[in-house]
């Protein structure tokens, strides 16, 4: 694990990703009742979600803070090979392997519709395009008339759709505040459109909209910008009070109101949590380092998930619904762990270094 990496940002990634992985566990079928817990508990699918987008403005913007001297000269020259190597290396694997199931579906009929092929969906070049244009969460919206879904491999897509969308506008946000008070004031902006969106269309919207999901990242962007200032005496309140927030918004006891408000408290809580991260000191308990390894696993468990249902999701469910979704999770990080290493890293360092010096200034070859 590298030990550079926040502790406390990883447990919540890896909390994140274990909300994601047991809504599709629950949906997929196997377990028994589970759709009924699924329909129970609502808001692990969206809150595990809305918690990665909290989180990855959070991580992106102190990132770029760490490396630049002045944030809002940020070059795209750095940032964005950063992005695009993270990205792009893990996301082409995925895809290529997806398309390679699409050829060879095996004897396991519902849950290779489920994971990775619903019968009534059709992967044209619009299909692929809008994958590699990280505009599928729009085309999704507007192809739902012909399937709900074009299977659980190829639909969590969406939600990279959407953070590349906001990164790819992040260094001209940058570049026309200025000034940390006027990115606020963008940024705030944001935010208040979006809520503002929800609620007016809040039984019309599509939770893939852009304009529905910027409010997160744009949250943690805010976080990281003024986290630091907090007095790390504020963080044996703000630290359980965050939790008791993101509690109510994934498990919803409030009925009514908390399923009506599940995506403000999920970000409530995640802000004062990532809030507690910046300032505590580091936590080396081995059952917090063990957690947050799932959280630097995160990205590969998110992609990979799917495949690894479809591949094991009947064997594991023989165990029962509870040591099914342990050893689901479990075969996810085994899997995300060994593309980690022998993929992942690797190609996200070979691939920033080519990019790098493509977007390397004459001069400074020269």
């Known amino acids: 694990m590298d030990r550079a990496r926040n502790t406390y940002v990883d447990l919540l990634r890896a909390v994140a990703i274990m909300a994601v992985l047991f809504e599709h566990w629950m949906g997929s079928g196997i377990p028994a009742n589970g ?15 809305d918690l990665f987008f909290v989180i990855s403005g959070y991580v992106i913007t102190t990132a770029a803070m760490t490396r630049e001297t002045n944030l809002f000269a940020l070059s ?5 090979p950063r992005r695009i190597a ?5 996301l082409a694997l995925v895809c290529l392997i997806g398309a390679i199931f699409l050829q060879f579906p095996g004897s396991k009929a519902s849950l290779y519709e489920f994971t990775i092929k619903n019968p009534k969906a059709v992967f044209d070049w619009t299909f692929w395009a809008s994958i590699a244009t990280f505009t599928f ?9 012909i399937a709900p879904g074009w299977g659980l491999h190829w639909d969590i897509l969406w939600s990279l759709a959407v953070e590349e969308q906001f990164y790819i506008a992040f260094p001209l946000l940058l570049f026309l505040a200025k000034n940390r008070r006027r990115f606020l004031v963008i940024l705030t902006s944001i935010i208040l459109v979006s809520i503002v969106y929800r609620l007016i269309y ?14 997160f990242i744009a949250a943690g962007v805010i976080t990281a910008l003024y986290a630091r200032r907090t007095p790390r005496a504020w963080v044996p309140f703000l630290a359980p009070l965050g939790a008791i927030l993101l509690g109510i918004g994934f498990l919803q006891p409030l009925g009514k109101f908390a399923t009506l408000f599940t995506q403000e408290f999920i970000a409530s809580g995640a802000v004062m949590l990532l809030t507690c991260a910046a300032v505590a000191p580091r ?3 081995a059952i917090f380092v063990a957690f947050a390894l799932i959280g630097e696993l995160s990205y590969g468990m998110y992609l990979l998930h799917a495949l690894v249902l479809y591949e094991v999701g ?3 469910g023989m165990l029962g619904m509870a040591a099914g979704y342990v050893l689901f999770v479990a075969a996810t990080g085994l899997i995300a762990t060994a593309v980690y290493r022998g993929f992942e890293k690797p190609s996200e360092r070979y691939t920033r270094q080519i990019l790098t010096q493509a977007l390397r200034p004459k001069e400074a070859i020269a």
Not at 43 to 48: L, P
Not at 86 to 90: D, E
Not at 137 to 145: D, P, T, V, Y
């Open 314 to 316: 009947d064997t594991v």
């Open 35 to 49: 759709f009924a817990i699924r329909h129970a508990f609502p808001g692990f699918g969206v809150g595990g979600v």
């Open 137 to 145: 969460n729009f085309w999704r919206i507007e192809n739902l008339s």
């Open 202 to 215: 809040r039984w019309h919207y599509s939770s893939f909209n852009s304009l529905v999901c910027f409010e």
């Open 283 to 285: 936590n080396t308990l």
């Open 86 to 90: 993270r990205i792009f290396p893990l």
């Open 76 to 80: 795209y020259r750095t940032f964005y």
